[in-house]
């Protein structure tokens, strides 16, 4: 009923750029925060930046002066601008939103929606 698209992963060398996008389809009515997260082989998914309906946002450490992110809200769309990447941002990128659709029935809220997740590879 809901789906939240990912696209713009690939490889990319160090130092390079990538921008992600994830979009939010089916019986919307609305979408509250929207965010990225990764996780790297062996490791935990972790969080990589937030933003509110509002445009209020929130950034892991390891990424804050090289990763924007933005929304468009009309679109139901959340971009990252990935700037000076490492090899340490290798990862599978996931697209996470908060959001109130419509079943058929009546209206629900999920507030942890996952996309299928898109890999970004960083390396010479």
């Known amino acids: 009923q809901v789906q939240l698209v990912e696209s713009g992963g690939g490889l990319v060398q160090p130092g390079g750029s990538l921008t992600l996008s994830c979009a939010a389809s089916?019986?919307?009515?609305?979408?509250?925060?929207m965010g990225w997260y990764r996780q790297a082989p062996g490791k935990q998914r972790e969080l990589v930046a937030t933003?509110?309906?509002?445009?209020?946002?929130n950034y892991a450490d390891s990424v804050k002066g090289r990763f924007t992110i933005s929304r468009d809200n009309a679109k139901n769309t959340v971009y990252l601008q990935m700037n000076s990447l490492k090899p340490e941002d290798t990862a599978i990128y996931y697209c996470?939103?908060?959001?109130?659709?419509?079943?058929?029935?009546?209206?629900?809220?999920?507030?942890?929606?996952w996309g299928q997740g898109t890999q970004v590879t960083v390396s010479s």
């Open positions: 996470n939103a908060d959001l109130t659709y419509h079943t058929g029935i009546r209206y629900s809220r999920d507030n942890d929606h």
């Open positions: 089916g019986r919307i009515f609305s979408v509250y925060t």
């Open positions: 933003i509110t309906s509002g445009g209020v946002t």
